[in-house]
């Protein structure tokens, strides 16, 4: 009895979450995820069942909220309980097969991960990439910007059956003005369009339907203001008859279009669904419908154009140019010598406000998407991105640049970041 009773594997010690947590929570100003609001946070922490009445008729609105979100008219919509990075694959997998043929735009680290993950299931993988500064010049410069004439030069030379972009590449900051002209050529070469959404989808315009976008993809975290590990996708007419009438079977269970539209589309059982992470995006997109898209699309604006303003004033420069430059995640420059997690973890240690490094790039950067768009975290993160510098021993004007922060976040008195 004692035998078994008794375990070998004794419970660690010291467990509590609260000595992990900072007694007052970080202001996430960096590049996801960022903070959630109240009622989304609430919601979030509220299980019913993922069957029955009351889940058919939350699912029935957020597929409403999400055609509004998305601009489309499309009934096909589906969440995936999953990082973004998920919704991308089932986008990718349930299109795309052996002998198929994807022409991935590529912009950095994220807008690649759809190749990478083509090449996975073993599609046949072309990349275009925004031309590489010289290696000496890479970690300090961003590349340069995707060309309509360089797409419209690959599309004429092989026939390919999807392409994939994103609308903001988050890794360095850069913006993919051209998407409505890249879609339009890939349609005329009567290629499926894939566009990662994800940190713009509701901060800067998407129109779904009137761009011809076969699937968008987003998530919770960034744009959206929801929480991390629910997705959304949005499939055209097209694509959806292809994964209805592909032979062969998608290679992941959970991530079939059909099957998950069982759910989506006919309230029946797929794999139990992300209950809480669903009612948040309920709440999150419900806020999105209240502000109105066009409001929403403003307050981002001003909100990072004021940013960025602040950031030169202060003196400080931008690392993307202003042409192709993302307002959704701001990339700054770290002038030489500076060291990015001491600015970094001095904001932390002593503002509580975090922001984001990069992979591989001499550049921080600053989240400006959902509630980051708000005039007491830009005037947090602004004051405590200079403060910081200073500490460093770097000669910043944080005066300047709060007084930047302030001319440029009011329009006029109608149109102003709140
Ligand atoms: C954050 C991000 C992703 C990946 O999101 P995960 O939730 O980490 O999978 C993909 N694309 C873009 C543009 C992003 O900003």
Not at 106 to 124: H, K, P
Not at 180 to 203: F, M, Q, R, W, Y
Not at 272 to 282: F, Q, R, S
Not at 354 to 360: K, Y
């Amino acid at each position: 009895m004692e035998t078994i009773m008794s375990s070998e594997i004794l419970p660690p010690k010291e467990i509590a979450l609260s000595n992990l947590l900072p007694s007052e929570p970080l202001l996430l100003m960096g590049a996801g995820p960022v903070p959630i609001p109240h009622a989304v946070a609430q919601a979030n922490g509220v299980v019913i069942n993922h069957l029955g009445d009351t889940m058919d008729q939350v699912i029935q609105r957020v597929k409403l909220m999400s055609q509004y979100a998305f601009q489309t008219r499309s009934d096909k919509i589906i969440g995936v309980a999953g990082p973004s990075s998920a919704a991308m694959e089932m986008a990718i997998t349930n299109v795309l097969w052996p002998g198929k043929r994807v022409l991935v735009i590529d912009m950095g680290t994220f807008s690649n991960r759809f190749g990478e993950m083509a090449e996975g299931i073993g599609a046949e993988v072309d990349y275009l990439s925004a031309k590489s500064r010289p290696d000496h010049e890479s970690a300090t410069k961003p590349p340069h910007a995707i060309t309509l004439e360089g797409v419209q030069r690959a599309l004429a030379e092989k026939q390919y059956d999807v392409v994939t972009m994103a609308q903001g590449e988050t890794s360095c900051g850069m913006f993919n003005s051209i998407l409505p002209e890249i879609a339009a050529t890939a349609k005329e070469h009567g290629a499926l369009v894939i566009v990662d959404a994800v940190c713009t989808l509701s901060t800067m315009p998407l129109k779904m339907d009137a761009w011809n976008l076969d699937i968008v993809v987003t998530g919770g975290q960034k744009g959206l203001s929801s929480i991390p590990g629910v997705s959304v996708l949005a499939f055209s007419e097209t694509a959806w008859n292809i994964i209805e009438t592909r032979e062969n079977k998608c290679p992941h269970w959970c991530l079939d279009a059909t099957r998950a539209q069982k759910f989506w589309g006919h309230q029946q059982y797929h794999y139990t669904a992300p209950v809480p992470g669903i009612l948040a995006l309920h709440e999150a997109l419900r806020l999105i419908c209240t502000e109105t898209l066009e409001n929403r699309f403003e307050r981002h604006e001003l909100s990072s154009k004021a940013l960025q303003a602040g950031i030169e004033a202060m003196g400080l420069s931008l690392f993307v140019k202003e042409e192709h430059r993302l307002n959704s995640v701001v990339a700054i420059n770290l002038p030489e010598g500076a060291d990015s997690a001491a600015i970094r973890n001095y904001m932390v240690e002593r503002f509580n406000v975090e922001i984001s490094g990069a992979f591989g790039l001499n550049i921080i950067r600053i989240g400006q998407m959902g509630e980051q768009c708000r005039s007491h975290n830009l005037f947090k993160v602004l004051y405590a991105l200079g403060m910081s510098f200073k500490k460093n021993g770097f000669e910043v004007d944080i005066a300047q640049g709060m007084a930047a922060l302030e001319t440029n976040l009011v329009r006029d008195l109608d149109h102003f970041v709140d």
